[in-house]
């Protein structure tokens, strides 16, 4: 005759070993892998802190991933301590571990004594839809697009550059976007700043940007500054962010942004555009040169874009702006290798992308020295900028 699923299971329970709660709870953080069997919508309403997830249906495929050891001691949960108890059999009979228990009465019991419960991180059901590409690749995944989400970057500029920029961050699920500029839209912007559009000639940037943004991505959170950027206002903005983008145009404001960027330890990634050229490099302080390293002095008058109207090719910032939130999106996730040390050269008109190394100065009046020795007085000195510009003609 064969046995009831209940004998069964009655069966196992005496040739398995069990343990209370209160005893699982002492050997958190003591190096016992902790094993959760449900399924993930069970999963996902709350574990035991620092546990590990394993769907019992996927146990045999998963659980080197879990406990490579077979001699490591490794408690397994369920909703009530049954699954757990068919899943240590599985354990030791047919996979070779020694070491196994099965918590009694489950999170149930858990929950019942009120010990602490873990709420995991998921995406909503439209987030899962709207990022599905990204969930796709190993790379991004659930993590890494928590990670975006989480990640606050600013926007120097909604021009050329962080147009594009701006936009691909926000389509990624970048969660907050800062935007500093005080500019408003003109129709000669839309050749290529393309987050304006022609209904909106003459509204601040800023209001233009959040609206496109918004439309685009509810996910992201648009924080406004309709000033230019200055030494009175960037150490109380940029603190907020984990990395900045840098559209500037004009060689004074690099330089204070770089001294801050420095002192407070925050990642650039800047791009220049001129003609049919582009350049791009990415400055993680104290991991790289800085801009000052690269530049220690301004370039030529006549290479200072902001110093007169300067032709550009409208597709240009396009494509460095995309370099751009490529390098940020990488930077969030920890992936790949950044453009770190490296200036990055686009010439449009050849299709040619090269590169130079560029290294740290030793000798570099911000960079050589520690965040906090960096003073008030000493961010964004450069020579006089109307003599500067005057150089140029
Ligand atoms: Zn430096």
Redo the contacts with the bound molecule.
Sequence with gaps: MTPSGAEVLRQIKSRIEEVDPSAVREQLGNGAVVLDVREAEEWSTGHIPGAKHVPKSFLESRIEGAAPDRDQHVILYCQSGNRSAWAARTLIDDLGYTNVESMTGGITLWKDRGYDVEQPRTLTAEQRDRYSRHLLLPEVGIEGQQKLLDAKVLLLGAGGLGSPTALYLAAAGVGTLGIVDDDTVDLSNLQRQVIHNSDRIGVPKVDSAEETIKALNPDVNVQKYRVRLGPENIMDILPDYDIVVDGLDNFPTRYLLNDASVRLQIPVVSAAILGFEGQLSVFKPYDG??Y??LFPSPPPAELAPSCGANGVLGVLPGTMGLLQATEVIKLILGEGDPAIGRLLMYDALAATLSEVKIR??PE?P??SREPDEIGDDEMGVFPDYEAFCAGAH
């Design positions: 040169p800085c000052r390293c740290r100065d570099c911000i960079c």
